[in-house]
């Protein structure tokens, strides 16, 4: 049974390190979990490293509010990554962050859930960091236009998945290669209408040359086609 005024929240992190590069990201990302002030939640970490990195890395914050999960084989693009950690909490609302992203004070989740009497799903206002600089740009507090259907065209007026607080059950589709935020903000939008916004940027979104959009910009026109037809198809647009 799910309790309206604190309802459990699963913090789901896909996480991949190699040879250390990603984890100083990865440990501020959990730092900024585990000192959060909103007391029912659970972290689910899912592994993708090819290393103990990352179990190193949990076992030295010394908190039982992470459970890690490791994957022995390779599970492609992090959509299954991220589909691994959800099917493994136990909240009711899930809350994905990316592994390069963080919470910048200790009240996001709070203010986040202070939203869910009046609406389904929420999202929360962000800022971009150039990686390894303290240089912050571009805030954005998200939006959904009218129908909703630019975001079937990859016009992401909403940003990436670490900005929701979503219902438990939605996973990312792991037929969408580009678009996958686009594609989970217009189910959601369909299926719960529109979500409540905190009018802050208190989530960090860390951008540079390890993000995986950023590595796949060259292929990026045709990922977006190949998106747009399968969900066009989806959803019988």
């Given at each position: 049974m ?16 190699s040879?250390g590069i990603n984890?100083?990201?990865i440990?501020?990302n ?11 939640y659970?972290?689910?970490?899912s592994d993708?490293?090819p290393?103990?990195?990352?179990k ?10 992470i459970k890690?999960?490791?994957?022995p ?12 950690a959800?099917l ?6 899930i ?48 939006k959904i236009n ?10 992401n ?11 438990k ?11 996958i935020?686009?594609?989970?903000w217009?189910?959601?939008?369909v ?5 409540g916004?905190?009018n802050n ?5 860390v ?12 292929d990026?026109k045709?990922?977006?086609l ?12």
């Amino acid at each position: 049974m799910v309790n309206k005024m604190t309802p459990k929240v699963s913090i789901c992190i896909p996480t991949y390190d190699s040879d250390g590069i990603n984890l100083p990201l990865i440990n501020k990302n959990l730092k900024s979990c585990i000192t959060q002030n909103y007391n029912n939640y659970e972290i689910i970490v899912s592994d993708h490293s090819p290393n103990d990195n990352v179990k190193k890395l949990i076992d030295g914050l010394n908190t039982d509010k992470i459970k890690y999960l490791k994957n022995p084989n390779n599970i492609g693009y992090p959509a299954h990554n991220t589909n691994n950690a959800i099917l493994n909490s136990t909240g009711e609302f899930i809350k994905i962050m990316n592994q390069d992203d963080y919470f910048n004070n200790e009240s996001v989740l709070t203010n986040m859930v202070s939203l869910l009497g009046k609406h389904k799903w929420v999202l929360n206002g962000f800022t971009h960091q150039k990686s390894n600089t303290e240089i912050y740009y571009n805030p954005i507090i998200p939006k959904i236009n009218g129908d909703g259907k630019h975001l079937l065209e990859g016009v992401n007026t909403v940003g990436c998945p670490s900005v929701g607080l979503i219902p438990k059950g939605e996973l990312i589709d792991v037929d969408v290669i580009y678009m996958i935020d686009c594609e989970l903000w217009y189910r959601l939008f369909v299926k719960y209408g529109n979500p409540g916004v905190v009018n802050n940027h208190d989530i960090i979104i860390v951008m540079g040359d390890h993000n995986l959009s950023t590595k796949l910009i060259n292929d990026s026109k045709s990922m977006i086609l190949k998106d747009k037809d399968y969900c066009y198809k989806k959803y019988k647009i």
